[in-house]
């Protein structure tokens, strides 16, 4: 413990500062149930009584003697909380505090000191010290203390995984797609994270428009700032306004107080407006004089707010053709409209439908915590065939369907909804797509003149001349069609 009238130590050197820091890049941490405790205090005696105790309480307690000792300690361990003493031979307990919030920002420290000073209490605050007791001190009160930092550092970690969580979530390698048109998206999305752009995401629904607005947020500079989304189609036009900008108590029936908008929540981040193309005219204007001026009023009040955020939109519909009927302004589209990103329909990348099955099932399996499940290749090709009106959502949903409702660890067709387990001829618009897997030419040719012969018979009233004169060709040649079809034998019945 600190002895009377020792004076505080000075700060290291640079060599010991370096050789501290000389460390491996991955440090091992300490797994363990109970929270770790580094107690540094060059009194031996009085260091252990204070380890038994908290080790009584149920904590886990490493003690060190010296600061280049718990350095090392340091190096190696990863603590919850750290109590040491502030006059300490050679490092001090302010050195420490300082090395730990640089290298370990969210380890909260205590500082003791059997001599308290005003000058060396406002620098353990300023340096960051969770608190600053002195000797003697109280039991009860250290106890609060502790229990009041590991609360702290356990609300940073969850935080801080959370954060992590969400980050890995929207990385752009989390977006499935490895077809030309989306390589052509995510070269776009690559040149836009670093500005600060508006830009308008393009696309019919369920493709994704919001995960790419997200995925850009969480990749810019603003990505430890509020990324809040809104569906402007979603909410009553009456209320919409209220909904972006917020409204003071008494600006309307029922607004018993202040309430911030969206656009107030999201400054100094991201705003994304969905389904922009469905905003009331009248809030169109709003929203121009608000990206130009950058500032707005709440509802019912003249206060202006200060904005700075980045905006992202997005629609299924197309906001030229509303430009040109009058439903949308054109001088807000142009606003709008810095850097249009569109996504490609999933029946225009037929080649990502593979990836994106296989990272579906693996996905929901996960979640419904249940073996993992492949989908076999009939299955797969029906997938691929399929024209999925309803995108990347559609094939999310279905598979998600299809293992709630399937035992089996094989996806097949059959266990497939009807629709997708139909032939290509029937599921698909004319002229069929060649899929990664490649296509039966013939199959398919042969398929296309079997309905087309058969429609012809059924108009001709079973006569095959009338049938040929149909479909524009001869009547031997239709005979020989037939018979090469398997048809003969059909039509003579």
């Known amino acids: 413990m600190i002895k009377k009238g020792r004076k505080v ?46 080790k009584k309480i149920g904590y886990a307690v490493e003690t060190s003697h010296s600061g280049e000792h718990a350095l090392k300690l340091l190096q190696d361990v990863s603590f919850d909380l750290i109590i040491s003493d502030l006059v300490l031979p050679g490092i001090s307990g302010i050195d420490v505090l300082k090395w730990v919030k640089d290298d370990s920002p969210e380890t909260c420290v205590i500082l003791i000191t059997g001599k308290a000073s005003a000058e060396t209490a406002v620098e353990a605050m300023r340096e960051g010290a969770l608190d600053y007791i002195t000797k003697p001190f109280n039991l009860d009160r250290l106890k609060v203390q502790i229990e009041k930092a590991l609360e702290k550092r356990r609300l940073i970690m969850e935080n801080k995984y959370l954060r992590q969580q969400l980050h890995g979530r929207y990385r752009f390698d989390n977006i499935i797609g490895t077809s030309q048109a989306m390589q052509r998206v995510f070269s776009r999305m690559e040149k836009v994270t670093a500005t600060d752009s508006t830009i308008l995401v393009l696309g019919a629904s369920g493709t994704g428009k919001e995960l790419v607005a997200r995925a850009i947020h969480y990749n810019s500079p603003r990505k430890d700032k509020p990324f809040i989304a ?43 407006l969905d389904e922009i193309g469905d905003m009331p005219q009248q809030l169109q204007m709003k929203l121009l004089r608000v990206l130009q001026e950058h500032e707005f009023e709440r509802v019912g009040s003249n206060q202006k707010i200060h904005l700075n955020i980045r905006l992202i939109s997005a629609t299924n519909v197309d906001l030229q053709e509303r430009v040109k009927t009058g439903q949308f302004r054109e001088d807000l589209y142009y606003r709008l409209n810095v850097i ?51 995108n990347v959502r559609e094939m999310e949903n279905i598979i998600e369907r299809t293992i709630a409702l399937t035992d089996s660890q094989i996806i097949g067709r059959k266990d497939l909804p009807s629709d997708i387990g139909k032939s290509l001829s029937k599921t698909t618009s004319f002229p069929p797509q060649v899929t990664p897997r490649g296509i039966n030419m013939n199959r398919v040719i042969a398929d296309i ?25 001869n009547r031997t040649t239709l005979v020989e069609k037939m018979k090469r079809l398997g048809m003969e034998k059909q039509a003579d019945e």
Request: with cysteine; hydrophobic share 40%.
């Open 9 to 54: 130590s000075s700060p290291p050197s640079l060599a010991l500062r370096l050789s501290v820091k000389s460390r491996p890049a991955e440090r091992k941490i300490q797994m363990a149930e109970k929270s770790q405790i580094l107690l540094i205090d060059d009194d031996e005696q009085s260091c252990t009584a204070l380890s038994l105790l908290l």
């Open 449 to 473: 003149e079997r309905d087309m012969i058969a429609q012809a018979m059924v108009l001709g009233h079973g006569v095959k001349a009338r049938a040929a004169e149909l479909l524009k060709i």
């Open 230 to 272: 809104i569906n402007c189609g979603a909410i009553p036009a009456e209320l919409l306004e209220s909904e972006l900008f917020g409204h003071v108590k008494g600006a309307f029936t029922g607004a018993i107080a202040d309430s911030p908008g969206k656009f107030e929540v999201a400054n100094h981040g991201t705003i994304f």
């Open 340 to 390: 249009p990103i569109h996504l490609p329909p999933l029946k225009e990348r037929r080649g990502d439908i593979p990836q994106l099955a296989r990272f579906f099932v693996e996905k929901i399996c996960r979640e419904m915590k249940r073996p993992q499940v492949t989908i076999g290749d009939d299955a797969m090709q029906a997938m691929e065939e399929y024209h999925w009106p309803g």
